[in-house]
């Protein structure tokens, strides 16, 4: 399962690539302000600084929700650097501009997806990713995992190679259910990946053999 970081922090991409686990980074506008980073040039320069950081794919979102603007949008921010992912909205106009970018060759992400039906669209188009919102679905008392659950059943089913991104990964056990349904990729914040470190009897155990090498050895 490949684990990508869902911020636009570089201080948080930083550390989590440091960790050496790190396959990739997504963004989107709300991410993006929340650093302060606004006005077009500064965002595709932030862009740049992320795939400068680290190694793999980074998705960039775009703004337009018409099909000739999230081209043109779309065009743009690819050709910022190779490891760019242009993020498109499940939108009926999206969906055309996946297909567009998917018959170029270029990467997408399809953001924004709350249903199987949406899913299947997605990958029918030829999304690279396709971006269900977990964490989102079970904010309004709506099961995210059986989402993925679905969606890697159908793509099964047909052997599409549309990567399931699970997204809006808020904490530990969404990674953990989301490895065991078999998302190929799940994307969230700093915290829940360091999560997967901490076990209580983990940190007593080490505190254990280190008092008992002191004993020993003082
Ligand atoms: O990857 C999608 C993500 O940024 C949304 O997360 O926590 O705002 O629902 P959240």
Do not use: W
Not at 19 to 30: A, M, R
Not at 102 to 121: E, M, P, R, W, Y
Request: contains cysteine; charged residues 20%; negative net charge.
């Amino acid at each position: 399962m490949k684990f990508f970081i869902d911020t636009a922090n570089l201080k948080d991409i930083k550390e989590a690539n440091d960790l050496g686990i790190l396959d990739g980074v997504t963004t989107n506008p709300s991410l993006m302000v929340k650093e302060g980073i606004t006005g077009a040039n500064n965002i595709t320069a932030h862009y740049v600084k992320i795939c400068e950081l680290v190694n793999g794919d980074v998705s960039a979102e775009v703004i337009a929700t018409d099909l000739a603007g999230m081209i043109a949008e779309g065009e743009k921010l690819a050709a910022l650097h190779p490891q760019i992912v242009v993020k498109i909205p499940m939108i009926k106009e999206g969906i055309k501009a996946i297909k567009y970018f998917s018959d170029k060759g270029i990467k997408t992400n399809c953001t924004l997806v709350f249903s199987a039906g949406q899913a299947l669209l997605a990958a029918k188009a030829g999304a690279t990713y396709v971006s269900p919102f977990i964490g989102r679905l079970d904010d309004i008392s709506t099961d995210g995992m059986a989402l993925i659950d679905e969606i890697r059943l159908i793509y099964n089913n047909y052997g599409y190679k549309t990567q399931i991104l699970a997204a809006s990964v808020r904490h530990v056990m969404h990674i953990i259910n989301c490895a065991k349904i078999g998302a190929d990729v799940i994307t969230g914040p700093l915290s829940a990946i360091e999560g997967l470190l901490k076990h209580p009897l983990t940190d007593i155990g080490l505190a254990t053999f280190l008092s008992d090498y002191q004993k020993g050895n003082s």
